[in-house]
């Protein structure tokens, strides 16, 4: 395993092994995203990594590609971690009751989590109540990171911040409690540039 972000070999490696040889990092995210977000897996890894990551960033920007190859790279560490999309769990939202997806990946899995893509809606209406899939297992997950320690790791295409009057953000999607507990449990990155998707 590499010991640092400027000997990237490992990281680029696993990257073209998962989407072959289109697959490269970018100087200007080497020394930025890259660098912070495996810095902190190293950290993690150590045992001194006080919070998960919350990737921000524009859509194709390179977020969930970027945690498939630290997924690859740190499975048989310390900073290993599960993996499940909002898009998973919507379709498990249809077919399983709220309790039973909490105990899948709320308080009861007792492992470091990472969602992709918390910005996709999971409203469930059951008994004339909606339910909010992602909001209940992020409360969860804070509880589970203040007893224990264990990270959860997310990203999104939503902004932190307010960048147009119509802009829904991370904020006003999951209400002040739930971001307030995102940002006290997560290092919050902001992952810049284009669309990479062609």
């Known amino acids: 395993m590499v010991e640092t972000i400027t000997g990237s070999q490992a990281i680029e490696s696993i990257g073209k092994e998962i989407y072959g040889e289109k697959f490269s990092i970018e ?3 080497k020394k930025s995203v890259y ?3 495996y810095n902190s897996f190293i950290k993690n890894n150590k045992g ?3 919070k998960g990551i919350c990737l921000v960033g524009g859509l194709g920007v390179g977020k969930s590609a970027m945690m498939k190859v630290f997924h690859k790279l740190f499975r048989n560490s310390n900073s290993r971690f599960r993996w499940v999309s909002g898009y998973e769990l919507k379709d498990l939202s249809e077919m399983l009751t709220i309790q039973q997806i909490k ?3 709320g308080y009861e899995l007792k492992c470091d989590l990472y969602i992709d893509d918390i910005g996709i809606s999971v409203d469930v209406k059951r008994y004339g109540n909606t ?3 992602i909001t209940e297992i992020l409360m969860e997950r804070y509880d589970l990171f203040i007893e224990t320690g264990f ?3 997310i990203s999104s295409n939503l ?3 307010m960048k147009g009057i119509n802009t829904p953000t991370i904020n006003s999607v999951y209400g002040n409690r739930v971001y ?3 940002k006290e449990m997560c290092e919050v990155i902001i992952f810049k540039g284009e669309s990479q998707r062609k």
């Open 27 to 29: 100087e200007a995210d």
């Open 35 to 37: 660098k912070d977000v």
């Open 48 to 50: 001194k990594a006080k």
């Open 103 to 105: 105990e899948m990946y």
């Open 131 to 133: 339910v909010n899939i």
């Open 151 to 153: 990270k959860t790791h």
């Open 159 to 161: 902004p932190t911040v």
């Open 180 to 182: 307030d507990r995102i």
